[in-house]
C-alpha cells in the first residue's frame, strides 16, 4: 500500500495527506488548536486512521465536501466538519467524530491539510506535525475495524468483481450513498 505523500490540487484547494502515528498529550487543546487553524483559505485535521480504506477515502471526500460548499448545499458550517460527516458517511457529527476523532495518547492517525495558498499548506503541515509529535509510516489499511465501520460483510466484499480493491470500493459507495440520503 503506497503511503500518502503527494500534493493534489481538489477543486480550489491544494490537498497533503500524511500517514502516521501522533501522540496527543491533551485533546481538548489539540482539538482547539486544530480548530483554529480553519481560516477562509483551508483547513488542518488530524484523525483516526482505522476506518480508511484507502489513500483515496479522504480526497474522495473532501472533493464532496467542497462541492457541497460550493453549491450551499452543506450541513456545517465549516469545511473540516463537513469533511468528517462525508468522509465518515455519518449523517450526525457527533457519529462522526466518534469514529474519526483522536484520543489521548498514541494514535494510528493521518494528517489532512487543505488551503487554496501552497505556502500555507507547508506551514499548517509543519505546525500540525509539530502539535501532536506525528512521525510518519507507511498507511496499512486495517480490513476488520474498517468493515465494521461502514457495517460491510463478507458475502459483500465476495459480490465486487475486482476483489483486490473491494473493500475500497464498497467504502466509498457508503459514503456516496449517505451523501445521497442527506
Given amino acids: 500500500v503506497k503511503e500518502f505523500f503527494m500534493i493534489k490540487k481538489i477543486n480550489d484547494y491544494f490537498v497533503q495527506i500524511k500517514s502516521g502515528y501522533a501522540k496527543v498529550n491533551n485533546l481538548s487543546t489539540t482539538i482547539k488548536r486544530l480548530s483554529e487553524m480553519e481560516t477562509n483559505t483551508g483547513f488542518a485535521q488530524a484523525f483516526s486512521n482505522d476506518f480508511i480504506s484507502s489513500e483515496k477515502q479522504p480526497f474522495y471526500a473532501l472533493n464532496h465536501a467542497a462541492s457541497l460548499f460550493e453549491s450551499r448545499s452543506n450541513k456545517m458550517s465549516n469545511l473540516s466538519l463537513e469533511f468528517f460527516l462525508v468522509l465518515t458517511a455519518k449523517r450526525q457529527l457527533n457519529d462522526a467524530l466518534d469514529l474519526a476523532g483522536l484520543k489521548e495518547g498514541q494514535n494510528d492517525?493521518?494528517?489532512?491539510?487543505?488551503?487554496?495558498?501552497?505556502?500555507?499548506?507547508?506551514?499548517?503541515?509543519?505546525?500540525?506535525?509539530?502539535?501532536?509529535?506525528f512521525?510518519?509510516?507507511?498507511?496499512?489499511?486495517?480490513?476488520?475495524?474498517?468493515?465494521?465501520?461502514?457495517?460491510?460483510?463478507?458475502?459483500?466484499?465476495?459480490?465486487?468483481?475486482?476483489?483486490?480493491?473491494?473493500?475500497?470500493?464498497?467504502?466509498?459507495?457508503?459514503?456516496?450513498?449517505?451523501?445521497?440520503?442527506?
Fill in 109 to 133: 492517525c493521518i494528517i489532512i491539510i487543505a488551503d487554496k495558498d501552497k505556502k500555507e499548506l507547508q506551514k499548517k503541515l509543519e505546525e500540525v506535525k509539530e502539535m501532536i509529535e
Fill in 135 to 182: 512521525k510518519e509510516k507507511k498507511f496499512i489499511p486495517k480490513k476488520d475495524k474498517i468493515m465494521k465501520a461502514y457495517n460491510i460483510s463478507e458475502k459483500e466484499l465476495k459480490t465486487i468483481f475486482d476483489k483486490k480493491n473491494a473493500l475500497e470500493l464498497l467504502v466509498l459507495e457508503k459514503m456516496s450513498l449517505a451523501l445521497l440520503e442527506r
